[in-house]
Structure formats: structure tokens, C-alpha cells
Nanobody
Framework: QVRLVESGGGLVQAGGSLRLSCAAS????????MGWYRQAPGKQRDLVAA???????NYADSVKGRFTISRDNAENTAYLQMNSLKPEDTAVYYC??????????????WGQGTQVTVSS
């Protein structure tokens, strides 16, 4: 079983910054992809940023130049640095990882979500 623990959400004024963390633990053999998604009230969950095991990164157009995703492979942790936050960034942010467990089974794990609220 793979568990994800997210932290770092909160309330910030427009133009401010937050850093989200996602720590993975459990029966992890490898993590192929770590990503952050967000879901605003009444909207679908959308990809914000993702990083592969090889370091390839992609961002949603709406966050390019403002958000930075990174990962610490030794700690099985992903980060999302969010700068120049806007009210439209307000959402619940979810961490997601794809990989293989120690039993060679593929997994697709989600965190519990952390609320990010940006006031105008």
C-alpha cells in the first residue's frame, strides 16, 4: 500500500507564495511520475504540473512561469512552489504518483488534498 501525505496549503494574499509538499511512503519500489492536480468548487480536477522519473516536466498553461514542480527521489517527496498566486488558483490541490510497488504491482495513488485559498 502506498500512502501520500500532503502539506503546505493555506490562505495567502494575491501575489504571495506557498510551497506544497507530498511525501510518499509504503511499499514503493519505484515512482515513475509525480504530479499535482487541483480542483475548484464545481469544476473538474485538472493537472497543474507533473515530473517524470527522468526529470521531464509539464505544466498547465495557466501556471507556467509561476509554479515550479520538483522531486526528491531519495525522500520520495514532491514539491510544488507556487509564486505570484492569483485568486483563480484557489482550489484543493492533490498529489498523485504513478509507479510500482515492491511486489511489482502498478499503483496510482492520491493524497488527501490540501486547500489553497488566495484572497484578492
Amino acid at each position: 500500500q502506498v500512502r501520500l501525505v500532503e502539506s503546505g496549503g493555506g490562505l495567502v494574499q494575491a501575489g504571495g507564495s506557498l510551497r506544497l509538499s507530498c511525501a510518499a511512503s509504503g511499499s514503493i519500489f519505484s515512482i515513475n511520475r509525480m504530479g499535482w492536480y487541483r480542483q475548484a468548487p464545481g469544476k473538474q480536477r485538472d493537472l497543474v504540473a507533473a515530473i517524470s522519473s527522468g526529470g521531464s516536466i509539464n505544466y498547465a498553461d495557466s501556471v507556467k512561469g509561476r509554479f515550479t514542480i520538483s522531486r526528491d527521489n531519495a525522500e520520495n517527496t514532491a514539491y510544488l512552489q507556487m509564486n505570484s498566486l492569483k485568486p483563480e488558483d484557489t482550489a484543493v490541490y492533490y498529489c498523485n504518483i504513478l509507479g510500482y510497488s515492491s511486489l511489482a504491482r502498478a499503483y496510482d495513488a492520491w493524497g488527501q488534498g490540501t486547500q489553497v485559498t488566495v484572497s484578492s
